[in-house]
């Protein structure tokens, strides 16, 4: 640390905002990573990297080089007696001092250039990080119905559009959270609303067609919009895995017609993050305690 910096007696010092953005974004860590360490809003810590707040207190500026995993010196402003010496007269081509009415010229070209590269960082090249997994159930059988699950992942707050494409023939039965718009006669569902890294999931419940041939495979797609400080990302919803139609229920992972135990404890994390009725507890457990199921296929339904 350098002798010509002393800190000891200082509350709060400046901080260098392009530093700290730099070190940020080199090290890949995310906003709110730093906030969580230093104990701030991510606004708080945008604002540091914005220079909305060029002096902090010096324990958050401790803080914040903590959770750069760098020195302090490296996150503050540097004070002009550290300038070599002549940094401040730079010669130009004669030798001599720059004329202040070029340099006056020249600091304002510099800030319209800082002002436009800033302005088409902003607008063009933060992206939000969001990624959007359907997760199929393997099996489906006619006439059935099967629990969908969307697992959206962001490390920030943000709102969110989402829409989901339904196999022709198929229906809507139930979702968590509550769906915002049903489409029937297109086959579309959406969803508008808040998403938060603890509630990473979106369930629903789609009662399969009576007329699926046993061996189709079944596709779904939908795409995901997400706004975050006036940033907008679209992508797709990718899916994991592949449906096709089985005389098998959803759950029943291994095909045995047994819904065993930990089949039924994975479900049950399902149940009680989305509600009994969005994942059809009711009839699970019937056929969990009844050991073995069938598929009876002139009534297209599951019984014990």
């Not at 002393?6 to 990573?33: G, W």
């Not at 500026?61 to 302090?72: G, I």
């Not at 895995?241 to 291994?254: C, E, N, Q, R, T």
Request: proline share 4%; charged share 25%.
């Amino acid at each position: 640390m350098s002798d010509t910096h002393d800190l000891s007696n200082q509350t709060s010092v400046q901080i260098d905002s392009e530093a700290i953005r730099r070190i940020r974004e080199d090290k890949r860590l995310t906003q709110l990573y730093v906030s969580k360490v230093v104990g701030v809003t991510t606004d708080t810590v945008s604002r540091w990297e914005n220079n909305r707040y060029p002096t902090i207190r010096k324990d958050n500026a401790l803080k914040l080089a903590e959770a750069l995993e760098v020195d302090l010196q490296m996150v503050l402003q540097q004070p002009e007696e550290d300038l070599q010496p002549g940094d401040e007269n730079v010669s130009g081509a004669g030798g001599g001092k720059k004329h202040p009415l070029r340099m006056v010229i020249g600091c304002g070209i510099g800030i319209a250039l800082v002002m436009i590269a800033w302005f088409l960082y902003v607008n063009f090249f933060t992206a939000i990080d969001i990624r959007a997994t359907r997760y199929l159930p393997p099996f489906a059988a006619p006439g059935s119905a099967v629990l969908i699950r969307v697992k959206v992942e962001s490390g920030e707050a943000m709102k969110i559009i989402l829409r989901e494409e339904i196999p022709a023939g198929w229906k809507f039965l139930s979702s968590y959270p509550a769906a915002s718009r049903v489409d029937p006669e297109h086959g579309a569902v959406r969803w508008i609303l808040k998403h938060s890294p603890q509630q990473k999931h979106i369930y629903y419940r789609l009662q399969v067609s009576s007329e699926g041939q046993i061996g189709d495979t079944v596709s779904i797609m939908g795409g995901l919009v997400a706004n975050n400080n006036g940033h907008q990302t679209q992508v797709n919803v990718t899916s994991d895995g592949v449906m096709k139609m089985a005389p098998f229920h959803w759950a029943d992972s291994d095909r045995n017609y047994v819904i065993d135990d930990m089949e039924i404890l994975s479900v049950s994390d399902f149940a009680e993050e989305a509600g009994d009725d969005v994942v059809g507890w009711d009839q699970l457990e019937l056929l969990w305690e009844a050991g073995h199921y069938r598929w009876d296929q002139s009534q297209k339904q599951f019984v014990p």
